[in-house]
């Protein structure tokens, strides 16, 4: 199966096996202690931006058993609240793309990849709750800093959530699918804005007029630097052909 030529830039990220590797005698996806070390650097900043964050949903419960409650100070505490959990949540996804979890373990599996959404609830509901039961606050205040703070949780919570989570077998799966089309080769090309990636950097996809740069790299690279999770079913169809030609 021969590849067609891109006139496009071509990067390539990293080297072939610099962020995954096949056990002996398995197909099991296993991290490079590179990436183990990014992904831990990245879990420690994450905790303590999340410790961080709690520690003004404490404030923010203390000044609300005092009257009177300083209502701009109060909102502000919420706000940078927010931007903290956000962050830590960002972090985390990132931190699980390096160093996916593992399906058999589900409860394992659930907690790594949604552990952003829990946080997200410890830090912002129970200061919902008690805005709307809170006897120093008029109706007005109660309406006011009740909506800033529920905007907060569903924020952060739908930004801690991971909709498609890594997992070792989905980055084995995947990789075994690009070898099997790729002549043994985990290569394959993807560009900053694409939600795919290409078996062929001549793919009308992305080398088009609006394309300045393709980069290179594996399957597992595309994961992590763009959360890029579906094969391009262009390249597969192209693959698969070719692939069917060379054995007849």
Same mark, same amino acid.
């Given at each position: 199966?021969?590849?067609?030529?891109?006139?496009?830039?071509?990067?390539?990220?990293?080297?072939?096996?610099?962020?995954a590797a096949s056990a002996a005698g398995s197909r099991a996806?296993?991290?490079?202690?590179?990436?183990?070390?990014? %992904?831990?650097?990245?879990?420690?900043?994450?905790?303590? =931006?999340?410790?961080?964050?709690?520690? #003004?949903?404490?404030?923010?419960?203390?000044?609300?058993? *005092? %009257?009177?409650?300083?209502?701009?100070?109060?909102?502000?505490?919420?706000?940078?609240?927010?931007?903290?959990?956000?962050?830590?949540s960002v972090l985390w996804k990132k931190s699980n793309r =390096?160093?996916?979890?593992?399906?058999?373990?589900?409860?394992?599996?659930?907690? /790594?990849?949604?552990?952003?959404?829990?946080?997200?609830?410890?830090?912002?509901?129970?200061?919902?709750?008690?805005? #709307?039961?809170?006897?120093?606050?008029?109706?007005?205040?109660?309406?006011?800093?009740?909506?800033?703070?529920?905007?907060?949780? =569903?924020?952060?919570?739908?930004?801690?959530?991971? #909709?498609?989570?890594?997992?070792?077998? /989905?980055?084995?799966?995947?990789?075994?699918?690009? *070898?099997?089309?790729?002549?043994?080769?985990?290569?394959?090309?993807?560009?900053?804005?694409?939600?795919?990636?290409?078996? #062929?950097?001549?793919?009308?996809?992305?080398?088009?007029?609006?394309?300045?740069?393709?980069f290179e790299g594996t399957v597992a690279q595309g994961r992590?630097?763009?959360?890029?999770?579906?094969?391009?079913?262009?390249?597969?169809?192209?693959?698969?052909?070719?692939?069917?030609?060379?054995?007849?």
């Amino acid at each position: 199966m021969e590849k067609g030529k891109s006139s496009k830039k071509i990067t390539r990220v990293g080297e072939d096996e610099s962020t995954a590797a096949s056990a002996a005698g398995s197909r099991a996806f296993v991290p490079t202690d590179e990436n183990k070390g990014k %992904a831990r650097t990245l879990r420690i900043i994450a905790i303590i =931006l999340w410790a961080i964050a709690i520690g #003004f949903e404490v404030w923010a419960i203390l000044m609300l058993r *005092e %009257a009177p409650i300083n209502m701009t100070w109060l909102i502000g505490i919420i706000v940078v609240e927010l931007i903290f959990v956000i962050i830590g949540s960002v972090l985390w996804k990132k931190s699980n793309r =390096l160093d996916p979890a593992s399906e058999k373990d589900k409860f394992k599996f659930f907690v /790594q990849n949604q552990l952003g959404l829990i946080i997200s609830v410890i830090a912002f509901l129970p200061l919902v709750i008690l805005v #709307f039961t809170n006897k120093n606050m008029s109706g007005k205040q109660k309406g006011i800093v009740g909506s800033i703070a529920v905007v907060a949780l =569903l924020i952060a919570g739908i930004t801690g959530t991971d #909709f498609n989570p890594p997992s070792q077998e /989905q980055y084995a799966e995947q990789t075994k699918q690009v *070898e099997l089309l790729n002549q043994g080769v985990n290569s394959v090309y993807w560009t900053k804005s694409g939600r795919s990636y290409h078996l #062929f950097q001549d793919c009308s996809y992305i080398n088009t007029d609006r394309t300045t740069e393709i980069f290179e790299g594996t399957v597992a690279q595309g994961r992590e630097l763009k959360n890029i999770t579906d094969l391009c079913d262009r390249c597969q169809a192209r693959a698969e052909k070719a692939k069917g030609l060379e054995t007849n």
